[in-house]
């Protein structure tokens, strides 16, 4: 089955980058680096507490000097290099891990951490280091840059793309994603509805579980190499 899989979607979630050090959101006792997801992640939050929404997304940009990508992110990218059919990597991070291991065919459907938007003119740019409130756009001049991360409420990027790649997958595998947050959490029942295969690589059952043909549980650092060589090896 899995070599007649010509035209993979590949859905990716924080337990992608938990052995890399990175923080899941939903671990033990539902908080985020310490803060609830609604005060640092929601536009409200931007409006009332600016200083603490760009604060909290300064340490996580900072801390991506910090971490390395692991074994999961390494095999995803050689998947990437060296599979003859159709991939799209979606993922929901805003860490850099998949394209520092080398992936390409990658969409950020969440934004980046290194990326700015401007809430003014909409334009997107690279962005390394602090955004203190008010940072102006280079591009139009506004006082109004802010990290570019999707925001709860807000529409993910790339879902023209990702609905497309759905449509025509052959195959659609769920990798260290809860299932809680949707769009993305609809993937696999818009995957297999169009046909595809659907199989969850995860340390636990996520909310969707049912939905997918085939489940392995276990870390991400060993399931995906092992899941890429079987692929590659036809
Ligand atoms: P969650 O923190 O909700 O879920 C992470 C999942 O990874 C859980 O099901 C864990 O069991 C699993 N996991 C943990 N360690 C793992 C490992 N080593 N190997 C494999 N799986 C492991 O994170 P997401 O599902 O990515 O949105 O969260 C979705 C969205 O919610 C995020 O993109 C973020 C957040 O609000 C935005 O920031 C816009």
Redesign the pocket.
Known sequence: MMQDSRSIVVLT????S??SGIA????PGGLWEGHR?EDV?TPEALAHDPELVHRFYDARRAALARVEPNAAHHALARLDAEWGGDLLIVT???DDLHERAGAKRLLHM??ELQSALCAACGAHMRWLGAMPPGSACPACGAAALRPD????GEMPYAMDTIERALGTADLFVS???????YP?AGFVQGARHAGARTLE????R?AGSAFFHETRLG???SLVPHWVDAMLAG
């Open positions: 979630g924080a337990g992608i938990a052995e899941t959101f939903r671990g997801v992640c929901q991070n805003v969440h934004g991360i999707v925001f709860f990798i260290g994603t809860s299932g809680a947050v993305a690589l995860n340390l636990e996520s870390a991400a650092g």
